[in-house]
């Protein structure tokens, strides 16, 4: 099997909820995804997916990843998408960085190695370990009302973890856990200030928010302010956004102290390298969230093998997107059911892209 062709389709995906905020005054209602189409020489297809949050959430963009993919696929016609390893050695000898391009062309290829074999991704990734999976869904920053409500809401869905979004004001960050907490008692919550507050503020925070029994995620941008806050707090720390090698990895362990890993697709160049770091967090016992910065139908299928070959024991929760979003573009992807998830068990990712509804590609190469 060899690739003869790459086709890039964009389209937009809408909040289903209305307006998606985080700290600082990060907010959209819709994002731009990239989809990729990887045309193999036996006539197969392989999909992937590449939405990054905006410019202002991790150093990706919706221009930057197209025009790396659009340097990083002529050097893959001709490769075997088999040979993962070998697509990641010719994509790092073309681009240092760029995970999100990376990403996009690393998950076309596992859904184009699982069909030459006619086994899912999850096969590949060593086997299913858990058939399905509760999953969460974030909480927009907004007042500590319109969060209540928002959990009263998806609870009656059978969502029973949340992360809820903070980041700004400590105090009133802290009057936010309190009406999600109190909204819904048994639910289990991560306060995710997605490194929006500065060091201080982070103190303040974590003290204010000690007596709820609740994860903090990546309270500051950097590691070694994280750092300060764990030595100094009492609720567990999830690692997300600053760690994205395996020395990251050790130092939010022996460093930070975090218990906790958000694993996400396109931060680490897609599912091999993403696997890799799951299983080396697994290794040192850590718990870990399987998912990605945002996206549809092909993401959630991607999200949802790693999230199903995940140990059953450290999988503190994973995102299905395509239920945060009003737009489909495939048939058979996975959809949550009573709160829950599970992987899809047919060849590849195991979805079905209606390629005639995205138009036009927006490039090709062949």
């Known amino acids: 099997m060899r690739i003869k062709a790459c086709q890039v389709y964009a389209y937009t995906l809408s909040y289903a909820h209305g307006d998606y905020v985080m700290s600082g005054g990060r907010a ?79 998950i076309a290829c596992w859904d184009l190695f699982g069909k030459s074999l006619g086994v899912p991704v999850s096969t590949l990734l060593g086997g299913v370990l858990q058939p399905d999976f509760a999953l969460y ?23 029973k973890k949340y992360q809820v979004k903070v980041g700004n004001d400590p105090y009133e960050d802290a009057e936010r856990v309190r009406s999600v907490v109190e909204a819904n008692p048994t639910a289990l919550c991560v306060a995710d200030s997605n490194g929006g507050w500065n060091l201080q503020n982070a103190l303040i925070a974590s003290r204010e928010m000690k007596e709820f029994r609740m994860y903090l995620e990546q309270p500051c941008r950097e590691s070694p302010d994280c750092a300060i806050v764990a030595k100094k707090s009492e609720m567990p720390i999830v690692m997300d956004e600053s760690i994205v090698s395996a020395s990251d990895l050790f130092y939010a362990k022996y460093e930070i102290g975090a218990g906790s890993l958000n694993v996400k697709l396109s931060r680490f160049g897609g599912l091999m390298p993403a696997a890799r770091i799951r299983d080396l967090a697994q290794g040192l016992g850590m718990s870990v969230t399987i998912e990605d910065t945002w996206g549809g139908d092909v993401t959630t299928a991607a999200v949802s093998h790693l999230a199903a070959t995940t140990r059953p024991d450290l999988l503190l929760s994973t995102s299905f997107f395509n239920d945060w979003t009003n737009e489909h573009v495939a048939t058979e992807a996975p959809r949550s059911k009573n709160g829950r998830g599970s992987a899809p068990t047919a060849p590849g990712l195991g979805v079905k892209v209606d390629a005639k509804s995205l138009g036009k590609p927006i490039f090709e190469i062949v």
């Open 137 to 159: 869904e974030a909480i927009p920053l907004g007042s500590p009302e319109s969060m209540a409500d928002f959990v009263k809401a998806r609870s009656k869905a059978g969502i």
């Open 28 to 106: 959209a209602q819709t994002q731009e995804s990239t989809l990729v189409r990887l045309l193999a020489d036996n006539g197969e297809e392989g999909w992937g997916e590449i939405a990054p949050l905006a410019g202002t959430y991790l150093p990706n963009f919706v221009g930057g990843a197209r025009a790396a993919i659009n340097e990083l696929a002529p050097e893959l016609i001709g490769a075997d998408p088999r040979n993962i390893s070998n697509i990641h050695r010719i994509m790092d000898g073309v681009l240092l960085g760029q995970s999100g391009a990376k990403s996009v062309l690393d």
